[in-house]
């Protein structure tokens, strides 16, 4: 069993920055790659950004592209969002995903192991 949690979410004005964490624990959790997706009221979830297990590959949404950086640290198994420039409209519950592979991937029903979300709120 894997157990993700996230956590960094909060209220920010439009401009500013926050840096969500998720962490990964579990006697099963191997070598995984890891994702970020969020869903905003009365939207379908959505990719956000992928990172494969070696950190060699990432991905980003092109709405957060320039904008976030995805970087994991393995030896802690977190997985780290920093997002910058904030809009409103990336206002949405942000959710940690794993897969069970190393290479990434964008669709939700890739990944197995999800965290329960951190809300972010970016005020105009």
């Known amino acids: 069993q894997v157990q993700v949690v996230e956590s960094g979410g909060g209220l920010v004005q439009a401009g500013g920055s926050l840096r969500l964490s998720c962490a990964a624990s579990g006697r099963t959790f191997g070598t995984y790659a890891g994702g970020w997706f969020r869903q905003a009221p009365g939207k379908e979830r959505e990719f956000v950004s992928a990172?494969?297990?070696?950190?060699?590959?990432?991905l980003y949404a092109d709405s957060v592209k320039g904008r976030c950086t995805i970087s994991r640290d393995n030896a802690k198994n977190m997985v780290y969002l920093q997002m910058n420039s904030l809009k409103p409209e990336d206002t949405a519950v942000y959710y940690c995903?794993?897969?069970?592979?190393?290479?990434?991937?964008?669709?939700?029903?890739?990944?197995?192991?999800w965290g329960q979300g951190t809300q972010v709120t970016v005020s105009s």
């Open positions: 995903a794993f897969t069970r592979g190393i290479g990434v991937r964008r669709s939700s029903s890739e990944y197995f192991y």
């Open positions: 990172i494969s297990w070696g950190s060699t590959t990432t």
